[in-house]
Structures are given as structure tokens and as C-alpha cells.
């Protein structure tokens, strides 16, 4: 991150730009940075500037205490100041739950778009699920466990005991555990994990939900009635993506959508 830029209440945000074209910038999800973002930017960047940035607490970017989802809408309008005030806007998983909050708060924000927000109705222990993770994360990080942390997300995730500690062994585990704060901000961004309509029938500017062919029955559910609660939104689905879903697949869809 090459850019830096300071939220409403003092924190840093590092950014970086790349491309031409409308902007868009670039919401990362849980226990990423905005490097994660770097390989869809690319994408992008032949028809979009496209912008990624470190989410508060999380890479080059700071932090200011105590978190409420309010500031990271501050931290969207002091990047939308900074690269020509307007943008549109795309996020995943929990990112988009960001996006969209944005989206419904008045930011001066074009369009948006998001890939997977994991609203759990149709999930049959969504909210019991939710509840149960959101108290045991936050013990675990009050008590400073924040490898405890991590292994609960990964579990929610989906990810089996095996899967898990072969990730405690990986290289990757220190940076994981470096973020682990940041899952309690992700946490409240998704509230108690039901898709938020009052909200979503407040924007007003063109939505675009995504999910992925080959990804859970209930992300694509989640994501269709996203599209069906804004009142100009658009579903689209990629056959053969899962959550993780490929830039290059991803891209020419973004593009033909903030680009037109």
C-alpha cells in the first residue's frame, strides 16, 4: 500500500490505486488485508480504478478503539474523499455486509456490488450459530487467545479438525493470528447474522449480488434475495466458483457492471 489517508476519528488507512476508468473500491472480508483484493484489482483495472485498502486493524492501517461498523463507513468516505469523491463500491463475504451498509448510510456511492454475504436465515441454526460464535470469539480475544480465535472462525467456516491444525502448521498461521483482532469488527459488521432488510430496501443506487454455482445452497439463497430486497438489484451466479472465488472469472463480471 503506496497511499495513506486518515479516517474521521485519526486512524490511518493505507490504499493503493491502479487502473483507469470509474473507481471502484475494493472490501475485503474476514482475516484478509487488502492484498487479498490485489489479484481482482488487476482484473479490473483495464476498464475500472480500482482501489484496495487495509480495513481498520488489519495490515498497514491502524486502529482506534472502540470499534462500531459507523467508522469503517467513515473510513469508506475518507477513501471516497481521497480518490475524487464518488466511487462505487464492491465487497465479499463479510466485506459486502460493509458494502451495503455503506451503500444504505448516504455515502456518495454510485453502485455496489458483493460476492457471498453470508446471511444465515436459511441456514436452520443460523441464529443459534451466530450467537454461540459471537460469545465464544469474544472471550477468546479477551483473554488474548488469539489462535483460539482463528481455529473458531475456520471452524465456522466450515473447515475440518484436520484442515485446521494443518493450517495451525502453516507459514501463513502468524499472519492469521495477526489479524484476529479484526474478527470481532467482521462479527459486528454481520450483526446477528439475518439479512438486514429495512436496510436493504433503504438504497437507492443499483446493487449487484454474485454467488458462486458450485458454493452452498444457502450462500446463493442469501445472495438472491439480497438482489430481491434492494429495489434495483441484479443476481447473478458463476457456475463451478465457491467462496473463493477466482479473479478471472469474477472480473469480467465486476467490469461489465461498474463500467457500463
Known amino acids: 500500500m503506496d ?38 484489482a488487476q482484473r479490473l483495472a483495464d476498464h475500472c480504478t480500482a482501489v484496495v485498502y487495509d480495513r481498520r486493524g488489519r495490515g498497514a492501517s491502524g486502529d482506534t478503539a472502540p470499534y462500531a461498523v459507523d467508522r469503517e463507513i467513515e473510513d469508506l468516505s475518507a477513501l471516497i474523499d481521497a480518490v475524487g469523491g464518488d466511487a462505487a463500491l464492491f465487497g465479499v463475504s463479510s ?13 456518495p456511492v454510485s453502485r455496489a ?4 454475504v453470508p446471511y444465515a436465515d436459511h441456514l436452520a441454526d443460523g441464529a443459534a450459530r ?3 460464535y459471537k460469545e465464544r470469539l469474544n472471550k477468546a ?8 480465535a482463528v481455529e473458531l472462525f475456520l471452524r465456522l467456516t466450515g473447515l475440518g479438525e484436520e484442515m485446521v491444525q494443518g493450517a495451525r502448521q502453516s507459514p501463513m498461521w502468524a499472519g492469521m493470528e495477526a489479524v484476529a483482532p479484526s474478527l470481532a469488527h467482521d462479527d459486528t459488521v454481520m450483526g446477528d447474522g439475518l439479512l438486514p432488510r429495512d436496510r436493504l430496501a433503504a438504497i437507492t443506487v443499483p446493487v449487484l449480488a454474485v454467488a458462486g454455482g458450485a ?18 438489484g441484479a ?13 478471472e472469472v469474477l472480473g469480467p463480471v465486476l467490469t461489465e457492471f461498474f463500467a457500463r
Open 141 to 148: 480475544l479477551g483473554e488474548g487467545r488469539r489462535g483460539d
Open 215 to 232: 458454493s452452498p445452497e444457502w450462500m446463493r439463497t442469501a445472495s438472491r434475495e439480497i438482489a430481491e430486497t434492494v429495489p434495483q
Open 113 to 116: 456490488a458483493v460476492y457471498e
Open 95 to 107: 466485506g459486502g455486509a460493509l458494502v451495503l451498509h455503506a451503500a444504505a448510510s448516504g455515502l
Open 130 to 132: 451466530e450467537a454461540a
Open 235 to 247: 443476481y447473478r451466479v458463476l457456475e463451478g466458483q465457491t467462496h473463493m472465488v477466482e479473479p
Open 3 to 40: 497511499k495513506k489517508t486518515t479516517s474521521r476519528d485519526g486512524t490511518s488507512l493505507a490504499y493503493a490505486v491502479t487502473g483507469q476508468g470509474p473507481t471502484v473500491i475494493l472490501v475485503s472480508g474476514a482475516m484478509s488485508t487488502g492484498g487479498t483484493m490485489a489479484p481482482l
